[in-house]
């Protein structure tokens, strides 16, 4: 049975203080089930990142951040050697679930800053827990605001678009709310446009047939399924006024990693002149690697594809390659949507100056 509203069921919740846990949406269950699970130790936070439990980089890197106050549960106040020791652990182990989306480091970096500022000034390890258990919580309410302020930015700059295209999910599930592309269409929305969506089921784990048609349809913003190898096909017929999509990891110079798929739809964006946007919170930007090339791709199982959702569709022993993300470079997108603005031209002097917010 499709599942009923999420308009109350946050997809990250943190239940209670520093002892508390961390309530997800299980989104490999979606769209059949709403279920929430919830993580009371550091080994189900990386197994639910690890699985696709949370997805989506703004999730995840939120998900980690409380991952850290999770594994440090296992240490007392009483012994700050074990704590210290314990936190490089905890943010090494969570850094090992997924390569690709910067947001995981970030947050985990920005966590271990927070503790190793508060041990320089003296603050003792109830006082650092604490601190930390805000700072996650910090990292999650800004995310609530990037994704809005990415929604106006996005809908001013396509206020003149009315049929979008998207690949996989960077919705509300991908975030701690709204979402990053999907923003944009329900900014457009709640604007009074008319508007509709082709959703690509984005193979092979259908993060577009599974999250996004069933968070816009939670929404009633109309949209179409379709297979992606469809795309090229509405955008001929002139069905298409812009492709929206978020990312998992910017270099400085623009190029752009998103979920396998994405790279095609730029390339088929610029034969059919359309204008390909990415929706994305300063945080995915890594300003350390200058181009799409030292971006790390996942690879992911083979039974992915050879056995989609526990089908085997593939001869037994066949070789897969199974990445799960490929790379977009700057000269095939138009505009970058931040939460402080738009990046357009896409090259690395805008790059750089949208990063240092001028
Ligand atoms: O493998 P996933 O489902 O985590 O991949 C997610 C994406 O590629 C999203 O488009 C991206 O993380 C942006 S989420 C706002």
């Given at each position: 049975m499709q599942s009923e509203l999420t308009a109350d069921v946050e997809p990250i919740r943190f239940v209670g203080q520093t002892d508390g846990a961390l309530e997800l949406i299980d989104q490999t269950l979606l769209p059949v089930e709403l279920t929430v699970i919830t993580c009371r130790d550091v080994e189900t936070v990386w197994e639910a990142i690890k699985l696709l439990r949370v997805r989506g980089a703004p999730a995840i890197g939120i998900a980690a951040a409380y991952g850290v106050v999770i594994g440090l549960q296992t240490v007392g106040d009483d012994d700050a050697d074990l704590f210290w020791k314990r936190l490089d652990e905890v943010t090494d182990y969570l850094a090992g679930s997924r390569p690709t989306a910067v947001n995981l480091f970030w947050a985990l970096d920005r966590m271990k800053r927070v503790a190793h500022q508060l041990r320089d000034a003296?603050?003792?390890?109830?006082?650092?827990?604490?601190?930390?258990?805000?700072?996650?919580?910090?990292?999650?309410?800004?995310?609530?605001?990037?994704?809005?302020?990415?929604?106006?930015?996005?809908?001013?700059?396509?206020?003149?678009?009315?049929?979008?295209?998207?690949?996989?999910?960077?919705?509300?599930?991908?975030?701690?709310?709204?979402?990053?592309?999907?923003?944009?269409?329900?900014?457009?929305?709640?604007?009074?446009?008319?508007?509709?969506?082709?959703?690509?089921?984005?193979?092979?784990?259908?993060?577009?047939?599974?999250?996004?048609?069933?968070?816009?349809?939670?929404?009633?913003?109309?949209?179409?399924?379709?297979?992606?190898?469809?795309?090229?096909?509405?955008?001929?017929?002139?069905?298409?006024?812009?492709?929206?999509?978020?990312?998992?990891?910017?270099?400085?110079?623009?190029?752009?990693?998103?979920?396998?798929?994405?790279?095609?739809?730029?390339?088929?964006?610029?034969?059919?002149?359309?204008?390909?946007?990415i929706a994305a919170p300063i945080s995915t930007f890594d300003m350390a690697i200058d181009s799409g090339d030292e971006i790390p791709i996942e690879e992911r199982k083979s039974e992915e594809i050879t056995h989609g959702f526990g089908k085997q569709t593939a001869p037994a022993g066949i070789n897969v390659y199974n990445p799960a993300f490929d790379v977009t470079p700057a000269e095939l997108i138009q505009g970058i949507i931040t939460e402080r603005g738009v990046i357009s031209p896409v090259t690395r002097e805008m790059v750089a100056q949208m990063f240092a917010g001028k």
């Open positions: 003296g603050r003792s390890i109830a006082e650092i827990r604490v601190a930390l258990l805000a700072e996650a919580q910090a990292i999650h309410a800004e995310d609530r605001e990037t994704c809005r302020a990415i929604g106006r930015h996005g809908a001013a700059e396509l206020s003149q678009a009315a049929n979008f295209l998207t690949h996989c999910n960077a919705g509300g599930l991908a975030t701690a709310e709204y979402g990053t592309a999907l923003a944009v269409f329900f900014t457009l929305q709640d604007d009074g446009k008319d508007l509709h969506v082709f959703v690509d089921e984005t193979r092979p784990l259908l993060q577009g047939a599974r999250l996004t048609a069933w968070e816009l349809s939670q929404r009633k913003i109309p949209a179409t399924l379709i297979c992606d190898s469809m795309a090229a096909q509405v955008m001929r017929e002139g069905r298409v006024d812009a492709i929206v999509t978020g990312a998992d990891r910017i270099a400085a110079n623009g190029d752009s990693a998103n979920k396998i798929g994405t790279y095609s739809l730029a390339v088929l964006a610029k034969a059919h002149g359309i204008p390909f946007y």
